[in-house]
Structure formats: C-alpha cells, structure tokens
C-alpha cells in the first residue's frame, strides 16, 4: 500500500518542528539575583607643611640712629583647603624666659651683649608676633602656596658694643 503524503502537512510539521528548535535555542535563561549597595568612604584631615623662604637680614645697626631700624623675614605653607593653622614664633635662643607671651623679648647676641629686636605680624609693626597660638599668625589653609612675612624691628638708640649679632628663633606651624 502506498502512502500518501500530504504535502501541505508535511510542511507544517516541518515548520511546526523549525519554530520549537528555534525557540529551544534562542530562549533566555535566567539564573537569579542579588544587589546590593557598597558604601565608599574616606576622611581627609588637615596637613601642613611649612618653609622658612626667607632669613631676616637688617642693614648695620647704628647706635646714634633715632630711627628703628627695619627688616622682613618669609616662610611659605601650603594647609588642606578650610584647614584652620597658627605660626608661632619662639623666643629665639637670646630670648628670655619670662617674656610675656603678647610681646615675646627678644634678643641677638655677640658675646654677653645683646641688642633687642621685636617680630611683628604685619607691616604696621604693631602686633607682635608671639609664641602662643593667642598671638601667632592664624589663617585657613587654601590648598595651594601661601606667603608669611614677619616684619622685625630693632629700636633705636640701644648702647651695645660693636660685632656681629645674632639670633635663631623657632617657627612652629600648628594645624
């Protein structure tokens, strides 16, 4: 007996099968999930970092002069943006140690003699530069280079014998 095939049925077994191998092989699958979130954090403290750029030098002191004589020394610090800073300046090593904090004495020497000098803050040589944070030099860091001139002043008319004087005084940079 011959079998007669159906040519239309035929081709829809045929598509039929096409379409369920093609879904077999393009369907997704899954696997399941999960999220989360990772928190990412830091602190940034304040830092500093100081230089002294430039040496207080004053012309020869002339003993009979009625004026002051005049000098400015620099140190450079560059602090984190918003960071609160003090320079302070020590006594120096003639200094004494009973000088008040608000107007340090301050001193060079050559030998036992010593001739006495002031550091102030600004340029109108009126407040004194001292070694505690009340009277340092306080600022805000800005994050980039920032200059500190201390302007020194000997007094005029101060009897001391002729050579060479000298002083080393401490900058400290608290933050």
Request: with cysteine; charged share 10%; net charge neutral.
């Amino acid at each position: 007996m011959k079998t007669k095939l159906n040519q239309s049925k035929l081709k829809l077994a045929i598509a039929s099968a096409i379409v369920a191998g093609a879904m077999g092989l393009s369907a997704t699958s899954y696997a399941a999930t999960a999220t989360g979130t990772m928190t990412v954090s830091t602190s940034v403290a304040v830092s500093c970092v100081m230089a002294v750029t430039g040496n207080i030098a004053f012309n020869a002191y002339d003993t009979t002069a009625t004026d002051h004589l005049q000098s400015t020394g620099t140190m450079t610090s560059t602090c984190t943006s918003g960071g609160a800073a003090t320079i302070t300046m020590g006594l120096g090593s003639g200094g004494h140690t009973d000088s008040s904090d608000s107007s340090p004495m301050r001193q060079m020497t050559n030998g036992s003699s010593k001739l006495r000098y002031d550091l102030f803050s600004e340029n109108s040589y009126s407040t004194a530069w001292g070694n505690t944070s009340g009277t340092g030099k306080s600022f805000t860091g800005t994050g980039s280079l920032q200059t500190f001139t201390a302007y020194a002043e000997i007094t005029a008319e101060q009897a001391v014998i002729s050579g060479t004087y000298n002083d080393s005084v401490a900058v400290t940079l608290t933050y």
